[in-house]
C-alpha cells in the first residue's frame, strides 16, 4: 500500500484541526465505551458489528496518535 502524499499546511491552520481532531478523539472514546457495554451483554452486538469495529480500529487506530500530536501542537502554539 502506498502511501499518501502529506500535503502541508500553515500554522496558522492549527486550531482548525484541533477543533475537528478533538472532536473525533471524543467521539471515539465515546464508542469505545458504548462497545464496551456491549460486550459485557451477550447478544447486543452481531458478528457483522464485531468484524467493523475490528476493520475500523485497525484501519483508524495510527490516527489516534496523530490527535494526540495535533492536540499537543496546540497547546504548544497557545503558550
Known amino acids: 500500500m502506498t502511501q499518501p502524499t502529506?500535503?502541508?499546511?500553515?500554522?496558522s491552520?492549527?486550531?482548525f484541526f484541533l477543533?475537528?481532531?478533538?472532536?473525533?478523539?471524543?467521539e471515539a472514546r465515546e464508542n469505545a465505551e458504548?462497545?464496551?457495554e456491549g460486550l459485557s451483554r451477550?447478544?447486543?452486538l452481531t458478528d457483522s458489528d464485531v468484524a467493523r469495529i475490528k476493520r475500523v480500529y485497525t484501519?483508524?487506530?495510527?490516527?489516534?496518535?496523530l490527535f494526540e500530536l495535533s492536540r499537543r501542537?496546540?497547546?504548544l502554539?497557545?503558550?
Open 13 to 15: 491552520k492549527v486550531s
Open 42 to 44: 451477550p447478544g447486543v
Open 34 to 36: 458504548t462497545v464496551k
Open 59 to 65: 484501519e483508524q487506530q495510527e490516527d489516534l496518535a
Open 6 to 11: 502529506p500535503i502541508d499546511h500553515p500554522i
Open 77 to 79: 502554539c497557545r503558550t
Open 19 to 26: 477543533r475537528h481532531t478533538s472532536a473525533w478523539k471524543r
Open 73 to 75: 501542537a496546540g497547546r
